[in-house]
């Protein structure tokens, strides 16, 4: 079946800007993760999504950093006046309930000038 | 301040060798790890998990082993194949949901 689907795979964008990033996890998985890859760095979690539950949101880094996921199906993830500090890769995962693996998607580069 | 740590950044090892690859923690709430491997411009794959009421699980090539007084998990690949060539990730979480990732280590078989 299909997989964890991202986009715009790439995305550069000017300082001050606002962006969007998609995510449409896997048919059926419940639970959905939003993370960042910085450079050099390991993955930083962002925020997740489970069920109807409210989500957890505090790996957000700041206020301009912003997710929701519509009929519990794809999420996106707004980031507000952007900065140059806020370029990175940011990864998206889904998974189902409980201990089970996350599956990720390509994820989306993003280039703040 | 790193929660989950792998010090090596790099790691070369020779085909049909064994790869050894390590994690240390910090947070002893942790009860659930796992190694990801992630090629170039790809999202990381998952490979194998383990929880804390275990000390081993193999599957296939890959062994992972948790050591919980030591606070270090290692993933064993043998015998290591080019394909393996890639970057990997160990994760720890309190349960499978906020998972801490290490910064990688780049693993290169060399033929």
């Known amino acids: 079946g299909a997989g964890v689907s991202q986009s715009p795979s790439n995305k550069v964008t000017e300082k001050g800007k606002d962006v969007e990033l998609r995510c449409d996890p896997i048919s059926g998985h419940t639970a959905l993760y939003w993370y960042r890859q910085s450079l050099g760095q390991g993955l930083e979690f962002l925020i997740y999504f489970q069920g109807n539950s409210a989500p957890d949101k505090s790996g957000l880094p700041s206020d301009r950093f912003s997710a929701e996921r519509t009929g519990g199906s794809v999420s996106t993830l707004t980031i507000q006046r952007t900065q140059q500090e806020d370029s990175a890769v940011y990864l998206c995962?889904?998974?189902?309930?409980?201990?089970?693996?996350?599956?990720f998607g390509p994820g989306t580069r993003l280039t703040v000038l | 301040d790193q929660q989950v740590k792998q010090n090596s950044p790099s790691l070369s090892v020779q085909e049909g060798r064994i790869s050894i690859l390590n994690c240390d923690y910090t947070n002893s709430m942790f009860d659930y790890f796992l190694w990801y491997k992630k090629y170039p411009a790809e999202g990381p794959t998952f490979l194998i998990s383990?929880?804390?009421?275990?000390d081993k699980n193999e599957d296939g090539r890959f062994t992972v082993f948790l050591n919980k007084s030591a606070k270090h998990l290692s993933l064993h690949i043998v015998p290591s194949q080019p394909g393996d060539s890639a970057v990997y990730f160990c994760?720890?979480?309190?349960?499978?949901?906020?998972?801490?990732f290490g910064q990688g280590t780049r693993l290169t078989i060399n033929p």
């Open positions: 995962a889904s998974s189902l309930p409980g201990y089970n693996e996350q599956f």
């Open positions: 383990i929880s804390s009421i275990k």
């Open positions: 994760a720890a979480g309190e349960g499978a949901q906020k998972l801490v």
